[in-house]
């Protein structure tokens, strides 16, 4: 069974810096693109960032290039993603998602249940 | 970035309707769209993808249409489990985007 469990989350203040981590299982770990995709409380789905299977290549929204940075560690099946300069719009879920195709970007086909992070004075 | 649009944001429909959400790409991405299913206090769920292709598991009342720009998801009859949030995505290019998502109430 796949699992992707989600850890780190917490309370911030602005400005300050928090580390994600997401432990995979249930599939082979470096066969696969991981991604983050968070959700602000009532709003929508919304890419993160994302890193190839090898962990050459790394993908980046807009408002997440220079301050987050996303990274695995194949050797531990786990995904990690260090934000800092957090502002109060990063207040979110994240979630941590399985790549459906091998070696590929494509579709997202398992979710994490997520973690909460709150930037907030 | 390629953006996605999607129509209606909310709609109020009844059991046994059939429901169309629409996704407009702001361009042409062939056929690298999916579709998700999101409860309340749920994670996501994958229900199409290629535009088309059913997930395994996902009740044949859910179809997928489009290629191109413009892309659909329907329920040919909707049933209680069905209300929800709906997303598309597409994944044609990095970084992968999410249309605003169509609330079904």
């Known amino acids: 069974e796949v699992q992707l469990v989600e850890s780190g989350g917490g309370l911030v203040q602005p400005g300050g810096s928090l580390r994600l981590s997401c432990s995979a299982s249930?599939?082979?770990?470096?066969?696969?693109?991981i991604h983050w995709v968070r959700q602000a409380p009532g709003k929508g789905l919304e890419y993160v960032s994302g890193?190839?299977?090898?962990?050459?290549?790394?993908y980046y929204a807009y408002f997440a290039k220079g301050r987050f940075t996303i990274s695995r560690d194949n050797s531990k099946n786990s995904l990690y993603l260090q934000m800092s300069s957090l502002r109060a719009e990063d207040t979110a879920v994240y979630y941590c998602v399985k790549d459906r195709m091998v070696s590929a970007i494509s579709h997202l086909d398992y979710w994490g249940q997520g973690t909460p992070v709150t930037v907030s004075s | 970035d390629i953006q996605m649009t999607q129509s209606p944001s909310s709609l109020s429909s009844s059991v046994g309707d059939r429901v169309t959400v629409t996704c407009r790409a702001s361009q042409g991405i062939s056929i690298s769209v999916a579709w998700y299913q999101q409860k309340p206090g749920k994670a996501p769920k994958l229900l199409v993808y290629a535009a088309y292709r059913l997930e395994s598991g996902v009740p044949s009342r859910f179809s997928g249409d489009g290629s191109g720009t413009d892309f659909t998801l329907t329920i040919s009859s909707l049933q209680p489990e069905d209300f929800g949030t709906y997303y598309c995505?597409?994944?044609?290019?990095?970084?992968?985007?999410f249309g605003g998502g169509t609330k079904v109430v």
């Open positions: 249930g599939f082979t770990f470096n066969n696969y693109a």
């Open positions: 995505q597409q994944y044609y290019s990095t970084p992968l985007t």
């Open positions: 890193i190839s299977s090898h962990g050459r290549n790394t």
